[in-house]
């Protein structure tokens, strides 16, 4: 939840407020003279938002410890843990003061993207609607993570062409291993013969196709290492970014 102005403005009044009445009353009663300690406040304070304006403008200046947006555009089938670590790590980030928003693909696909089949075309018109909502967060310095199957390499390289803030991520997991989670039975259905009325057709990795990446900038297989070091590791390559982003960019870095 972030402060709107208006809430942030009448904050930060009522706090110098208060600081001017607590410096007003410990010089009256140091000094015993009301004339002197309005004079001491007001000198105080006088001096004190001139040197904040000049820390500020200092502090413009310095890169270090700044952030940039980035948009993550996550790969891979269905169960292999996208969004369960894309919602860990958001946590994370927050926790760190850095704005960070998942896209769920699912939950995207029932109001942005409800009007969208499963054909390969629909899934590249539904990506590329996700890859423009980040792309905005993106450059609005949020961290946005796509947690979608998002199973092209086509559509993977044309989102990352646009801009030099999108990293692919690859949340790999073996056919086999998916099979005997399948936490929400899809695998199952998917898995039915032509024509049982719970049969899902069109199923990534089963019915459609899903296209490894050709160059992920990190893959990350969800069936060699638990959801803790997975998380880890997403985490660590988004700090790493976004600091690195910022860094590439500063006054004097020469680009």
């Not at 009353?25 to 000049?54: E, N």
């Not at 940039?68 to 843990?81: N, V, Y």
Request: aromatic fraction near 8%; include cysteine.
């Amino acid at each position: 939840m972030m402060d709107t102005k208006k809430r942030s403005i009448i904050k930060s009044l009522t706090w110098r407020i208060i600081a001017v009445v607590l410096l007003a009353v410990t010089s009256f009663l140091t000094t015993g003279d009301l004339r002197t300690a309005s004079l001491i406040t007001l000198i105080y304070h006088s001096i004190q938002f001139g040197m904040f304006f000049i820390h500020e403008r200092v502090w413009n200046m310095v890169s270090w410890g700044r952030s940039h947006g980035l948009f993550i555009q996550m790969t891979g089938m269905s169960g292999a843990g996208k969004t369960t670590l894309a919602k860990i790590v958001q946590k994370r980030l927050q926790q760190m003061g850095v704005q960070a928003e998942v896209i769920d693909g699912d939950e995207y696909r029932l109001n942005l993207c409800n009007d969208l089949g499963f054909s390969k075309e629909d899934r590249n018109t539904n990506i590329r609607r996700l890859g423009f909502v980040a792309k905005v967060l993106a450059r609005n310095n949020v961290v946005s993570i796509v947690s979608a199957i998002n199973p092209y390499d086509e559509i993977r390289k044309e989102l990352s062409s646009t801009c030099d803030n999108v990293k692919t991520v690859y949340v790999k997991c073996d056919l086999e291993t998916l099979k005997e989670r399948d936490t929400k039975g899809l695998y199952h259905k998917a898995l039915l013969p032509d024509g049982h009325p719970d049969k899902i057709y069109n199923f990534t990795g089963i019915s459609d196709p899903f296209e490894e990446p050709s160059a992920a900038d990190l893959e990350i297989s969800t069936a060699l290492e638990d959801i803790e070091a997975s998380a880890k590791r997403l985490e660590n390559f988004i700090v790493k970014n976004i600091q690195r982003k910022y860094t590439s960019t500063s006054p004097g870095s020469g680009i």
